[in-house]
T-cell receptor
Framework: QKEVEQNSGPLSVPEGAIASLNCTYSDRGSQSFFWYRQYSGKSPELIMS????GDKEDGRFTAQLNKASQYVSLLIRDSQPSDSATYLC??????????FGKGTRLHILP | EAQVTQNPRYLITVTGKKLTVTCSQNMNHEYMSWYRQDPGLGLRQIYYSMNVEVTDKGDVPEGYKVSRKEKRNFPLILESPSPNQTSLYFC?????????????FGEGSRLTVL
């Protein structure tokens, strides 16, 4: 069974600090990687996608991909209380299935 | 407004009573998918469709059927619902390209089977 693994948390980070979220995946053939944010009672929304090794920055968010280590991470700089949510890592596998991790709950402390 | 619309949003039904959850998107997306979300289990893919008349099983297809007769619609059918299908269901869509995975989600349908 191919898997996407995330620490469930909760991860507590002081306001203004950097939040670091991690994800590992098992399918070496995966080519597309995504981070979604889900507020309680709401549907997931895409915040970052990354397809190549290295870093991709978008505002306060940076996604990092290391295919050799099968590792994806999301950094949130200058964390805000509004960043408190569950963050879902998703991987598109070779057969076009999109597999989600179980999510990491992030709590930004005011 | 670009959106994925699911109906009903909330439904309580009884074991064995067939039901359909509709999903419609107005973005001309080729890729559509159904997920269920359960506490401790996360989002699990039920079925997906790469385009009209093309559907494939996800990780948890048992007890569900889908059809893709039109590009915009992707209904989820529970022929004989059982209590273990009580869950929060999400429909999602995406352009069919390497960017598939950049999913737009509907608001969710909370289903309770008694």
């Amino acid at each position: 069974q191919k898997e996407v693994e995330q620490n469930s948390g909760p991860l507590s980070v002081p306001e203004g600090a950097i939040a670091s979220l991690n994800c590992t995946y098992s399918d070496r053939g995966s080519q597309s990687f995504f981070w979604y944010r889900q507020y309680s009672g709401k549907s997931p929304e895409l915040i970052m996608s990354i397809y190549s090794n290295g870093d991709k920055e978008d505002g306060r968010f940076t996604a990092q991909l290391n295919k050799a280590s099968q590792y994806v991470s999301l950094l949130i700089r200058d964390s805000q209380p509004s960043d408190s949510a569950t963050y879902l890592c998703a991987v598109k596998e070779r057969d076009d299935k999109i597999i989600f991790g179980k999510g990491t709950r992030l709590h930004i402390l005011p | 407004e670009a959106q994925v619309t699911q109906n009903p949003r909330y439904l309580i039904t009884v074991t064995g009573k067939k039901l359909t959850v509709t999903c419609s998107q107005n973005m001309n997306h080729e890729y559509m998918s159904w997920y269920r979300q359960d506490p401790g289990l996360g989002l699990r893919q039920i079925y997906y469709s790469m385009n009209v008349e093309v559907t494939d099983k996800g990780d948890v297809p048992e007890g569900y059927k889908v059809s893709r007769k039109e590009k915009r619609n992707f209904p989820l059918i529970l022929e004989s619902p059982s209590p273990n299908q009580t869950s929060l269901y999400f429909c999602a869509s995406s352009l069919e390209s390497r960017n598939t995975g950049e999913l737009f989600f509907g608001e969710g349908s909370r289903l309770t089977v008694l």
